[in-house]
């Protein structure tokens, strides 16, 4: 009997915790010094009043009180279209894992933030970012969820693009606001990636049982 291939979320799970993993070594040892410098001088080299302003905007919307809002909307959305419920526990569950997550490991890591070139002021540890993970998990899942709801290609891609707009825009835009560096909003990528791939390996097999028991 052959084996049965691994899921793509389990994949996607693996692959994510062994980036993460590799990017703190390297973080531990000092050794993106020059990575994050170069890419922080090159975003910040692009300061602009009207730039400057759109990436205000977009830290803003990536921080808790907006995000608190925006949930509370998808929350109430899917608990009037999904009247099973699994989708509303999936989101839930991405998003407490991802908060608790990210206060873990800033203070496991303790890093301090960048303080050379700071547009906005932010207090607390760096890495990973938590606007950035935030951004990750939600509109990841988020495109998850809707990505279901139509089969039509256009539809698809405006979802998909909307949803990378959103995450890339929110990390770039803390990396050019000089308060994470590069290396931060890539960790945060590799974990939420890990944790949203989680959760969403649970949501398909509990709707794998559910068939099964429908058709007994």
């Not at 980036?19 to 001088?41: E, K, P, Q, T």
């Not at 998990?137 to 959103?166: C, K």
């Amino acid at each position: 009997m052959s084996a049965k291939p691994l899921s793509k979320p389990i994949v996607l799970s693996i692959v994510s915790v062994i980036g993460f993993v590799f990017l703190a070594s390297l973080i531990s040892r000092h050794a993106l010094s020059h990575f994050d410098s170069a890419i922080s001088g090159f975003l910040q080299g692009f300061e602009f009043p009207a730039i400057t302003t759109v990436m205000k905007f977009l830290s803003f919307i990536g921080s808790p009180i907006p995000m608190v809002v925006l949930a509370a909307i998808v929350l109430l959305l899917l608990h009037r279209y999904y009247p099973k419920r699994a989708e509303v526990y999936l989101f839930v569950s991405v998003l407490s894992s991802t908060i608790l997550s990210n206060w873990l490991l800033k203070h496991a890591f303790k890093r301090a933030r960048p303080d050379l070139h700071q547009l906005v002021h932010e207090t607390g540890y760096s890495f990973p970012s938590g606007h950035s993970m935030t951004a990750f998990s939600f509109y990841g899942i988020l495109a998850f969820l809707l990505w279901h709801q139509s089969d039509r290609p256009s539809v698809r891609l405006a979802i998909i693009l909307m949803s990378t707009i959103m995450i890339a825009g929110i990390g770039i835009s803390r990396i050019y606001l000089g308060v994470h560096y590069p290396s931060d909003v890539i960790g945060s990528y590799f974990f939420s990636g890990f944790v949203l791939a989680v959760g969403i390996w649970f949501y398909q097999r509990y709707q794998e049982r559910h068939y099964l028991r429908s058709k007994r």
